[in-house]
Structure formats: C-alpha cells, structure tokens
C-alpha cells in the first residue's frame, strides 16, 4: 500500500470512528431524553390524577350544605352606647287642653324630624321637645299611625341653626333571642335614664288603639315604666332596633315584660308620616288562629303550622278573592277553632305559620291595591288565590 493510499486509510478510518462516537453521543443523549419524557409524562400523569381528585373536591364540596356565614359588627359596652347615643333621645312633653304627659323620642333626622309613640302625642295641642344636654324646642305634629302606634313630631328652631344627630336604624329581622338590648327614656320624668336587658322573644302580637295587630313586635325584659313610651331601644352597637310602646302589667308598672315596635315597621311607617301625615296600611279582611299540630290532626291536616281562617269580612278583598271561612267549631285543649275554612301556609312564596308572618308581610312588603298570592289548603289540596288588596276602613 502506497504511502498516500495508507494516509486515506487513516483518514477514513478516524472519520468513521468519529462518526461512530457522534452517533454514541446522539444515542445517549436520545436515551436521557427519552428518560426525561418519560419522567415529564409521569409527572404529567400524576398531575392529571391531582387535578381529577381537586375537581372530585371542588364538586363534593358545592353539593354540601353552605356554612353560615357570621358577619360581626363592632359591639360597644353600655357606656359607649349610652355616650354615642344620648345628645340624640328626647323627652317629649304633649300639653291637652286639661293637664300634660311626659314621653320619649329620638331623633330621625338631620331636619329634626323624631319619632315617638301615637299615645304619647294623640290629642295634644302643644307639644315640647327637651334634650339630655338641655336644649330646648317647641314642636308640632308632622304624622301619626295609631295603627302601629308611631307619631313624627318637628322640632321648631324659629329660624336658629341647630345641627340634630340623627340614631341609626337597625335591622330587627337579625336581632336574636337572648341578645343584648338598651332602653334610654325618661320613666316618671327622670330624664334619660337607662336600663339593660334582652330580647325575650320576637314576633308578638300587640292591639292598637283602634282594635287592629301591630305585628313585628319585640318582646324585651329591660326596665321600662310610664315615660318611656318612644324611647329607642338600641343593640350593643347603638343602633335603634325598636320603639318602646307598651308594658304587660297588672299594676301599671313594670312587670318584667316590655313591647317594642320593632325597627323595620318603623322604616317601612315613618317616612310616609313624614311626606303624607299619614300611613296608608294594606287589608285583607279576614279573622284567624293559628294552628299547631294537635289541631293539624283534629281537622286531618299534613302541616303543623299555618293561619286558619275562621271568619271572612262580607264584600272584603279576601271574600271577593273566594277565600273560605270556617263552617263549624271544634275545641282543641281547651280552645275553639272555626274549622272547615281555608288554611294560609304562604303569601307570595313567602311562609305564613301565624297571623304576626302575615301581617308582618302586608306592613312591611305590600300597599293597598297590590295584588298578592295567598297560598292555602282545601279539602287537602293546596291552591294559589290571588287577591287584590284594599285599605283598612
């Protein structure tokens, strides 16, 4: 083999091997990135697998029940309410054309428009604002709703600049059974006293002076005495959940039981004494009892609560609607029923377990002329009625 043949040899031979170490390498590296792949994939798996079992979660987890969500509010103690409170409780003093009374109230407004009770202004001919800190006012009578036992007075400043403080109102829809509240009044004319109690129940029933249910009532067990009628009964964040009106006693004094009208009657009443003088309420026209489960099974019904309706007022929104009064009584534990009529369970979806729910709806939701859907139950069927309302005579 020539010299230059032997050096072609070499030079093929070490291209080749070169190439043999190149395609080694690319082996090699294809080998680790396969490897790579292959863990990726894996891991890609193991992600699936992940993200399957957080949407099985995520799935389980909107089909159960939601928790409650508790909001909180700032709490204050007594002090801090009664101080937060107190430049804006009045006492109201009502001259008749014979003798005086003496109230409470509280300022609603910045144009010094404050609340009180009906009993306390009806029938006046004068009427004095007086204020904690001293101040002083003439007032007249913008409005009164002796339905609900509300009355909006003014406070005359004969043209001096006064800045009023108005309370804020709360929602009593949220006040709970056992809370805390605060009665500020003026019992006996010992100006803006305090006393602490609690909400002993809600939902009462409480007849005004024309005979009619003030619903929505609250029952509290804090002081309150002749004098405190329209004081503000405050939570412990100083917001006015109610408006004393009443007291059950045998004495005429404090008994351990207090009415309060509650706060959400009082937004929904207030505003038309303001514009109008009066409050406009919506009627049915009908009398009821409502019913538990002992009388439920005495008339074979399958619900435990609802409003019976024994008795329908002739020509009334309720008869002409063909509502149904009782046609017999019954005595359950001790008690008559007139059966045989129609039983409430719900108006405009809303359920209806006693008389307090449906007037509580009608006062707070409805208008004279508005049409509802009463709910109800006949001879085991249940139907919808719907009934244009009226205007309370």
Same mark, same amino acid.
């Given at each position: ?37 292959? *863990? ?44 937060? @409170?107190?430049?804006?409780?009045? &006492? ?8 005086? !009374? ?19 202004? =009806?029938?006046?001919? =004068? ?59 003026? $019992? ?20 005004? *002076? ?28 100083? &917001? ?7 007291? =059950? ?12 009208? !509650? ?7 207030? $505003? ?17 009892? &409502? ?40 005595? @359950?534990?001790? %008690? ?12 405009? *979806?809303? $359920? ?18 508005? %049409? ?18 009226? &205007?309370? $005579?």
């Amino acid at each position: 083999m020539s010299k230059a043949a032997f050096a072609v040899s070499a030079v093929s031979l070490a291209i080749a091997a070169l190439l043999f170490l190149q395609v080694m390498s690319y082996q090699q590296d294809l080998r680790s990135l396969t490897s790579q792949l292959a *863990g990726l994939q894996a891991e890609l798996n193991s992600l699936r697998r992940d993200l399957q079992a957080a949407r099985a979660e995520l799935t389980e987890l909107e089909s159960s029940p939601k928790p409650q969500t508790i909001v909180t509010h700032q709490q204050y103690n007594i002090t801090s309410v009664y101080e937060l @409170v107190k430049g804006s409780v009045v &006492e109201i003093k009502t001259l008749y054309r014979f003798g005086e !009374s003496v109230g409470s109230g509280f300022v609603y407004d910045s144009a010094g428009h404050v609340i009180t009770n009906n009993h306390v202004v =009806e029938g006046g001919v =004068e009427y004095f604002v007086y204020f904690i800190g001293g101040a002083a006012f003439r007032a007249e009578l913008v409005g009164r709703d002796p339905d609900t036992d509300l009355a909006v007075l003014r406070i005359v400043t004969g043209g001096e600049y006064v800045t009023f403080k108005p309370l804020k109102l709360g929602d009593s829809s949220e006040l709970r059974i056992g809370e805390q509240i605060i009665a500020i009044g003026n $019992p006996f004319e010992l100006t803006g006293s305090v006393t602490v109690g609690i909400v002993s129940q809600k939902g009462r029933l409480l007849q005004s *002076g024309r005979g009619y249910l003030i619903p929505g009532i609250i029952q509290i067990d804090a002081a309150v005495n002749p004098g405190n009628s329209g004081g503000p009964i405050l939570n412990m964040r100083g &917001e006015v959940v109610g408006v004393a009106t009443a007291i =059950e006693s045998t004495t005429g004094q404090f008994s351990g039981i207090g009415y309060a009208v !509650s706060s959400n009657v009082v937004k929904r009443i207030v $505003p038309a004494l303001i514009s109008k003088g009066t409050y406009r309420h919506s009627y049915l026209g009908i009398a009821g009892n &409502e019913i538990n489960a002992l009388v439920a099974k005495e008339i074979g019904l399958n619900v435990s609560r609802g409003l019976l309706v024994e008795t329908v007022v002739p020509g009334g929104p309720a008869d002409k609607a063909g509502v149904r009064g009782g046609l017999r009584v019954v005595t @359950v534990a001790g %008690t008559q029923y007139r059966v045989g009529g129609d039983v409430i369970v719900a108006i405009n *979806g809303s $359920p209806v377990g006693s008389m307090d729910d449906l007037l509580t709806y009608m006062v707070e939701r409805t208008s004279p002329g508005d %049409t509802v859907i009463l709910t109800v139950l006949r001879s085991g069927e249940k139907l919808d009625i719907q009934v244009t309302l009226g &205007e309370r $005579p």
